[in-house]
């Protein structure tokens, strides 16, 4: 009979200290996420010095936490997962030496995972990943377009040439002076406006990469100029015609996959899948496909430490661990990334 295996998974790249444990890749047995985002949403953003001090002060408490949560003990654990990049290089530390600790003390393999495939994984928890699928991660630091065509090989069929489209709906609340996320407030004023500012199309070509800096700084400007001239800005008009934007050349260019490639599933992940207009627009384009859709649930949208232990079940499986020398990285490009893993 297969043994259950338990990963305990640790995640701390931004602003969220989060711990779970995940059976057999699939099942969130716990999950904690403490998260800082009230204290950051002062600042307008998060502040990195900030954002390390706080998940030394909370790592153990939400270790304790999830450790509460589970019915076995920490030595039914079969192997510690920790986020070692991309993210803020401080905070990542906190998870990772946590990690190195909990793998020494009782004597359990470490296994190292990319923040960006934790969100490609959180997808199997309530549905399992059916391949070949086509990929979007959508988040504050990626906007990535892959195929997935087993469990192990993948290939990055585009990305973002220079802003994520989550930093964009954070850039654009910040100058419409909503509060830190961005993401989730603009979706909410952007139901209560109309789609009346013309606004540059993003990347407007046939390839699958995308570029939303130029759209940031077309409504910076905008903004800016307006308020020089004493002219109002209708901030939900304003919302709401860059929701519809930005979502606009994600379904187009996933749409323009799902032709060209014939594949016959999608899939949607990170923190901006959490927006219900882009769930719904992307959920339309695969149907008109003929592909099925899934997206997470919103809990595991944004960032939680139960997506980490979906992704480290097949480095598990495939005994892909890492030694004490292991650092965390603040970034790394997602196609080195998976070419080096495939080696
Ligand atoms: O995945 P995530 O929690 O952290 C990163 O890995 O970056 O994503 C955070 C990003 C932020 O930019 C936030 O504004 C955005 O996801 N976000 C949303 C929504 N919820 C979070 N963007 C649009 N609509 C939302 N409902
Ligand atoms: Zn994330």
Redesign the pocket.
């Given at each position: 009979m297969n043994k259950d295996i338990h990963i305990l998974a640790i995640e701390t790249?931004?602003d969220e200290t989060s711990m779970a444990i995940v059976k057999n890749g699939r099942e969130v047995e716990a999950l904690t996420i403490a998260t800082q985002m009230e204290t950051h949403a002062s600042f307008g953003g998060v502040v990195p010095e900030i954002a390390s001090r706080m998940h030394t002060e909370s790592i153990t408490l939400v270790l304790e936490e999830t450790l509460k949560k589970f019915s076995g003990k920490i030595e039914d654990i079969d192997a510690i997962a920790v986020t070692y990049a991309p993210g803020l290089l401080g905070s990542l530390l906190v998870g990772v030496e946590c990690a190195k600790t909990l793998s020494l003390v009782y004597n359990k393999p470490l296994i190292a995972v990319n923040?960006t495939m934790g969100?490609i994984y959180a997808n199997n928890i309530e549905y399992e990943i059916t391949y070949p699928t086509l990929a979007l991660i959508v988040?504050?630091?990626?906007t990535d377009m892959l195929i997935l065509k087993n469990e192990t090989e993948m290939e990055v069929l585009g990305s973002t040439m220079d802003d994520?489209v989550?930093?964009v709906?954070?850039k654009v609340a910040r100058v419409l002076n909503l509060p830190y996320?961005?993401?989730?407030k603009?979706?909410k004023m952007a139901l209560e406006g109309k789609d009346t500012y013309e606004l540059p199309k993003p990347m407007n070509d046939d390839s699958y990469n995308f570029s939303y800096s130029g759209l940031k700084s077309y409504i910076i400007n905008l903004v800016h100029n307006e308020r020089q001239r004493n002219h109002g800005i209708r901030v939900a008009d304003l919302a709401c015609s860059f929701q519809k934007t930005a979502v606009e050349e994600l379904t187009r260019k996933v749409g323009l996959a799902l032709k060209n490639t014939q594949i016959k599933n999608m899939i949607l992940a990170?923190?901006?899948s959490?927006?219900k207009y882009?769930r719904e627009e992307m959920a339309k384009t695969c149907a008109e496909a003929g592909a099925t859709f899934h997206v997470p649930n919103i809990l595991y949208?944004?960032?939680n430490a139960a997506m980490i232990g979906c992704a480290a079940y097949p480095l598990f499986k495939a005994q892909k661990f890492a030694d004490f020398t292991l650092n965390a990285k603040s970034s790394e490009n997602i196609k080195k990334y998976i070419e080096d893993s495939q080696k």
């Open positions: 790249s931004c923040h969100h988040s504050g630091g990626h994520a989550g930093e709906y954070d996320p961005g993401g989730p603009i979706e990170g923190g901006v959490a927006n882009l949208c944004t960032d």
